[in-house]
Structures are given as structure tokens and as C-alpha cells.
């Protein structure tokens, strides 16, 4: 089953809370982990859950604008061809981290 549509309100919040993320993000440094191979992952990333499509993408999308180059998502949140359309139009696939949750 999918989600309800966000109401008026929780998209104003989302508005509001995005302009404040993106301010953020720009004024500073967002910690990493190094992985195995010595890649540097972010250990921040924009969790996805309860975005229907549409605002899965904005979100993805200005994440990587404001300079967030990870993202969290899950098959159950049931927005993946949203954040993937936002994955698509925000950075070439070498700079991007994508975790998920399996059930």
C-alpha cells in the first residue's frame, strides 16, 4: 500500500526544511568514513522515506546541489523512480552514494 499525499502543511514544512538543509549543508564540512578500498564515504545522506515521487526527486536533487553526495532510500518507501530521476539529473554515478534497506 502505498502512502497517503503529503498534506499542505507537511509540504510547506518540507519547503522550509529544505531552504534550512541546503544552508547547511553549504556552511559546512559533512564527516566521512573511509571504506575498504579507500574510498571516502559521506556518513550523512538524505533519507528519502515518506516523499511521494515528485518530492523524492526535488529532494535528491537539491541535496546534490547543496553538496550532499549521499542518499538513503528503501524498495518499501515506495518512491524509487523518483529518486531515481533526481539520482539522474544531480551527478555523474562515480561521485554519488546510494544505501538502501532490505526487508
Request: with cysteine.
Amino acid at each position: 500500500v502505498a502512502p497517503a499525499p503529503p498534506s499542505i502543511l507537511s509540504l510547506s514544512l518540507l519547503a522550509t526544511t529544505t531552504t534550512v538543509f541546503v544552508a547547511a549543508c553549504k556552511s559546512t564540512s559533512i564527516p566521512s568514513v573511509e571504506l575498504n578500498d579507500g574510498v571516502r564515504m559521506p556518513v550523512i545522506a538524505l533519507g528519502t522515506g515518506g516523499y511521494d515521487n515528485d518530492t523524492a526527486a526535488g529532494a535528491v536533487l537539491t541535496a546534490f546541489e547543496a553538496g550532499m553526495t549521499h542518499v538513503h532510500t528503501a524498495y518499501d518507501y515506495y518512491n524509487l523512480p523518483g529518486v531515481g530521476e533526481g539520482l539522474s539529473k544531480a551527478a555523474e554515478r562515480s561521485e554519488m552514494f546510494l544505501t538502501g534497506m532490505t526487508s
